[in-house]
Nanobody, 125 residues
Framework: QVQLVESGGGLVQAGGSLKLSCSASGSAISTYGMGWFRQAPGKEREFVARISWRGGNTRYADSVKGRFTISRDNAKNTVYLQMNSLKPEDTAVYYC??????????????????WGQGTQVTVSS
């Protein structure tokens, strides 16, 4: 079992930055692909970014490409999402996620077995 806890959300003005953290416990995540998703009010949960277990392979949603960066520190059992040039449309609850299977990457919500509780990001215009 993997427990994921997100932190770092908050209120920021458009153009600002936030860095989200996802701290894992219960199991080492060093061999797990990890990802971030988000869900805005009235919308479905959507993929934001993913990172391979070694960190050498990343992928982003087109809407955040060039503005967000996913990274990981396996020694700290933590995954990060650096968000720059934030826009009001980035407002959502952000979730950390993993399939919880060795070497499996995160693609869609169907791939996820473990979710964090989410952290709210609000971007004001």
């Amino acid at each position: 079992q993997v427990q994921l806890v997100e932190s770092g959300g908050g209120l920021v003005q458009a153009g600002g930055s936030l860095k989200l953290s996802c701290s894992a416990s219960g199991s080492a995540i060093s061999t797990y692909g990890m990802g971030w998703f988000r869900q805005a009010p009235g919308k479905e949960r959507e993929f934001v970014a993913r990172i391979s277990w070694r960190g050498g392979n990343t992928r982003y949603a087109d809407s955040v490409k060039g503005r967000f960066t996913i990274s990981r520190d396996n020694a700290k059992n933590t995954v990060y999402l650096q968000m720059n040039s934030l826009k009001p449309e980035d407002t959502a609850v952000y979730y950390c996620a993993t399939p919880g299977s060795r070497y499996q990457v995160v693609g869609t919500t169907q791939d996820v077995s473990f979710w964090g509780q989410g952290t709210q990001v609000t971007v004001s215009s």
